[in-house]
């Protein structure tokens, strides 16, 4: 399904190169929200719907924009929020869709990252640079912050605005494995001594592809990958070490590596019922989460590699052809509050890392985050900023999933 949707997108943007940009009341519209005084997008704002889209398979963050963003916009503008689940890629086809036919939009926040923000940039599918017009942004966030200016390696030109951080961890049962392994090296002795006992997602699962990149990482670095250009045999000559220890690792996985996990909920379930001794997540909280739901044991804990792992930053943007821009800019500047990163960063809500700058919140504002129990399984924030490796350009990592589907699962 997911590589039938690119080919359906492919095809759209290859049309919306033959069509004008949209009609001249999408462009009058965007041209007055731009003008627009933050005064005057309260006051247009208020009372009315904004629909958001975006990723809808995790029950926890869709109850945090049902149940936490909805009610603090309702309060404080009476805005309906309507959260619509779908999948980015759809999203981006109907964005290319409604510009084709110069339709009305009906998206007016998105859920966006990477690649797929590279791709509604460069097709003019995004309204911006609409950051700058944040109260928030300006008061809470460092904006000289790389990561607030490059999502996956692309500019983002105040496009985008930060919604949470994520970060790659090991997720292990404490009562089955005394000491977690510290570096590539051990873990390949790790899973030697735990033949069977140990998996990972196949790329290009998220988490899966997280996973084969940090083990890039801690095995070549990462600094030769920032500006490297996109070519397949470059990126793989540089990440042959890390394809030949994956060859290496197999047969001591799962399945002896004659499979793998398609997705990492299926590894959670795999971990939670004990067929294996190790998960892993983008989500530094998700173990303290799923131990309070009661899925995982209280034995679980959490661990990264001694160099460090990968982590980047989720974004909203809003299209350029949404109706409601004024409603969307004021649901976004609440989303960067000290209040609602606050309640989505406790695990037992979301778990999602912060985007703040804590030298720019007040010292009340730093108790909202300091009184949130992360839990016994979670890595402290300041250890995770300190091992914190930035992400990998998006235009390498569909070069790298197909090396590794190339060489790994033939």
Partial sequence: MKKKLRVILTILISISILFSACGSKELENGDNFRKSTWEEIEKSGQGTEVYFYGWGGDPKINSWIDDVLAKEVKDKYNITLKRV?????EVLVKLLDEKNLEAEGTIDIVWINGENFFTAKENELLEGPFLEKLP?????????????NYDFGFSIDGYEAPYGKAQFVFIYDGEVVEKFPKDHEEFLQFAKVNKG?????????????????????????????????????????????????????????WREGKAYPSTMAQLENMFADGEVIIT??????????????????????????????????????????????????????????????ASKYDPKV????????????SS?????????????ATIDQSILLDNRLPEMPAKLIPIIEKIWEEEILK
């Fill in 280 to 341: 892993m997540d983008y989500n530094p909280n998700k173990a303290s989460r799923k131990i309070s739901d009661g899925q995982f044991k209280s034995t679980t804990k959490t661990a990264i590699f001694q160099k460090g792992s990968v982590g980047n930053t989720h974004f909203v943007a809003i299209p350029k052809n949404a109706t409601n821009k004024e409603a969307a800019v004021l649901v976004i500047n609440e989303i960067i509050s000290p209040k609602m990163q």
């Fill in 197 to 253: 006992k140990v998996t990972y997602p196949a790329p290009p699962d998220f988490v899966g592809s997280a996973f084969v990149r940090n083990i890039i990482y801690d095995m070549v670095g990462y600094e030769q990958f920032i500006n490297m250009e996109p070519d397949y045999e470059v990126v793989k000559k540089e990440i042959m070490p890390a394809i030949d220890y994956f060859k290496e690792l197999k047969p001591y996985l």
């Fill in 85 to 89: 689940p779908m999948n980015i890629d």
């Fill in 350 to 361: 979301w778990g999602d890392l912060p985007v703040l700058d804590n030298s720019k919140l």
């Fill in 364 to 376: 009340e504002e730093k108790k909202l985050f300091d009184n949130v129990v992360l839990g016994k």
């Fill in 136 to 148: 928030n942004g300006k008061k809470y966030l460092d904006l000289n912050d790389v990561e607030l």
